[in-house]
């Protein structure tokens, strides 16, 4: 009942997604201004931005269900770090794809190794490092505690990527969402797009989210009931 | 000379570096995606393996 009900939230999510990426194309690229200094690709923002900001949320999602999976063991905490860590990766990947690909024309390099990239690499690494914990530990038991505390001890990253354009000197622009956002730092009409850009990624995030946490359940009860899979993470009592 | 500083005053549009990153956003959520898809219907073939009963006597019970 619960996995038919949680199916039907991931299709009503889709569909929202789907709906709302629609609106977020046509503002995008027919009601966004053009930026007066860096031209058209200054689009690639409305994309990058949330990409980036989806990609911290995700690994605070790492971080507090492996808390919660530290303190009470509980499958469900890990299959939610588990598929929070893995989308996450997908995101800062993209983050910093977008961001590679928007410096070219804007900076006339496609990487420099000033804080805000270098910080943003590491994230990525310590995220690629949870999930190949996980795939190479010796037991899937031992690999969930080893792959947690890896989740709460690379959160620490995550607060150093987004100060460290007020840190350290930076060519990276200053944030345009969060603490340190500064008002009238962009356009009405921009922000406005910027944050509809957000809502429509968040929709997209937590359906893939639900989907791979509720994927992760199935395999592990599979790998319980099959004599010949590996063996489940967490036995049955 | 007008036309020179028209062409000044004009930001360089680089629609090229705009259609790569999108291009490169979509691939990769459509890969990711398809990894999905295809871990889902494994796990569904999987699960109506084990759903049959089990032939062989030395492995118990069908559950």
Redesign the interface.
């Known amino acids: 009942m619960g996995y038919l009900r949680q199916q039907g939230l991931g299709q009503g999510l889709v569909a929202l997604g789907g709906l709302l990426m629609l609106v977020n194309l046509y503002l995008v690229f027919l009601v966004a201004p053009?930026?007066?200094?860096?031209?058209?690709?200054q689009?690639?923002f409305y994309?990058?931005v949330p990409?980036a900001v989806l990609s911290f949320l995700a690994f605070f999602f790492v971080f507090i269900a492996s808390l919660g999976f530290l303190a009470r063991r509980t499958p469900a905490w890990d299959h939610l770090a588990h598929a929070a860590g893995e989308v996450g990766v997908?995101l800062v990947?993209?983050a910093l794809?977008?961001g590679v690909?928007?410096a070219?024309?804007v900076w006339g390099v496609w990487w420099t190794w000033e804080p805000r990239l270098t910080t943003t690499l590491i994230l990525w690494l310590i995220y690629v490092a949870y999930l190949m914990v996980r795939a190479y530990a010796p037991n899937p038991a031992r690999g969930a505690v080893y792959a947690a505390v890896v989740g709460v001890v690379g959160f620490v990253d995550v607060p150093i990527v987004y100060y460290s354009v007020q840190w350290w000197r930076s060519i990276h622009p200053s944030p345009v969402v969060g603490p340190l956002a500064e008002a009238g730092a962009l356009e009405p009409v921009m922000l406005a797009i910027l944050l509809f850009s957000l809502l429509t990624f968040l929709v997209l995030f937590l359906h893939?989210l639900l989907?791979?946490a509720s994927?992760h359940r199935?395999?592990a009860w599979?790998k319980e009931?099959?004599?010949r899979?590996s063996p489940a993470p967490f036995p049955a009592n | 000379m007008l036309i020179t500083l028209l062409q000044a005053q004009?930001?360089?549009?680089?629609?090229s570096?705009?259609f790569?990153?999108?291009v490169?956003?979509w691939l990769?959520?459509f890969a990711?995606t398809f990894f999905?898809a295809r871990?889902?219907r494994d796990?569904e073939r999987?699960?109506r393996e084990?759903s049959q009963p089990r032939q062989s006597p030395d492995?118990g019970p069908a559950?």
């Open positions: 053009t930026d007066a200094v860096l031209g058209d690709v689009r690639v994309f990058h990409l997908v990947t993209l794809l977008t690909i928007w070219r024309p893939l989907l791979r994927l199935v395999e599979v009931q099959d004599p899979g | 004009t930001p360089p549009a680089n629609l570096y705009l790569a990153a999108f490169v956003s990769v959520f990711y999905i871990r889902q796990l999987r699960m084990l492995s559950r």
